[in-house]
T-cell receptor, first 115, second 119 residues
Framework: AQKITQTQPGMFVQEKEAVTLDCTYD???????LFWYKQPSSGEMIFLIYQGSYDQQNATEGRYSLNFQKARKSANLVISASQLGDSAMYFC????????????FGPGTRLSVLP | GAVVSQHPSRVICKSGTSVKIECRSL??????MFWYRQFPKQSLMLMATSNEGSKATYEQGVEKDKFLINHASLTLSTLTVTSAHPEDSSFYIC???????????????FGSGTRLTVV
């Protein structure tokens, strides 16, 4: 079975500073995909970044980067230069098997960016 | 990019009535769609996998007779909450994949969700 753990129910960060959102995972699949999604108060799920289990380099997408430590089974999201619009719920998710279809989501972290 | 339209965005219904939620892939065909439920301040939990032209696959603990899923075409899946009760109040969100895109990570798009309130 797959499991995602996010130990930070809420985080605060000052505008323009960087913040790290923690995510650890557990799976017996040799290959898997790790994702981060942003959910603003309106509810839609916005894809942020993806890391494949066989990817050698950490994924980056603009201000988002994923700190992937396979041996520790962690996939932390780093947001640089936080903006007020970054305030939202952030979910770490896994898709089992490299081509697995459904997602297993973590409990989420609510990020609040302070002006 | 792939767009999934979900309708309605909000619905309030009386206890005992049924509510239908639609999930449409607008610019791609989706043989498989997924339905998730999210209770307030909780994470998304997969309810069922909807397969075009066949019966849906329900996750353990999800009542198939209560949550009817129909995937009659390659662009439309519907979730009907039958005889809704206040405990069914939740945020329901669908997801679909554009199979023409990279299967490892691309193409999985979520609808904007439906907030159901049963009074």
């Amino acid at each position: 079975a797959q499991k995602i753990t996010q130990t930070q129910p809420g985080m605060f960060v000052q505008e323009k500073e960087a913040v790290t959102l923690d995510c650890t995972y557990d799976t017996s699949d040799p290959s898997y995909g790790l994702f981060w999604y942003k959910q603003p108060s309106s509810g839609e799920m916005i894809f942020l970044i993806y890391q494949g289990s066989y990817d050698q380099q950490n994924a980056t997408e603009g201000r988002y980067s994923l700190n992937f430590q396979k041996a520790r089974k962690s996939a932390n999201l780093v947001i640089s230069a936080s903006q007020l619009g970054d305030s939202a719920m952030y979910f770490c998710a896994m898709r089992g098997g490299l081509y697995g279809q459904n997602f297993v989501f973590g409990p989420g972290t609510r990020l609040s960016v302070l002006p | 990019g792939a767009v999934v339209s979900q309708h309605p965005s909000r619905v309030i219904c009386k206890s005992g009535t049924s509510v239908k939620i639609e999930c449409r892939s607008l610019d791609f065909q989706a043989t498989t769609m997924f339905w998730y439920r999210q209770f307030p301040k909780q994470s998304l939990m997969l309810m069922a996998t909807s397969n075009e032209g066949s019966k849906a696959t329900y996750e353990q603990g999800v009542e198939k007779d209560k949550f009817l899923i129909n995937h009659a075409s390659l662009t439309l899946s519907t979730l009907t909450v039958t005889s809704a009760h206040p405990e069914d109040s939740s945020f329901y969100i669908c997801s679909a994949r554009d199979q023409t895109l990279d299967p490892t990570w691309e193409g999985y798009t979520f609808g904007s969700g439906t907030r159901l309130t049963v009074v």
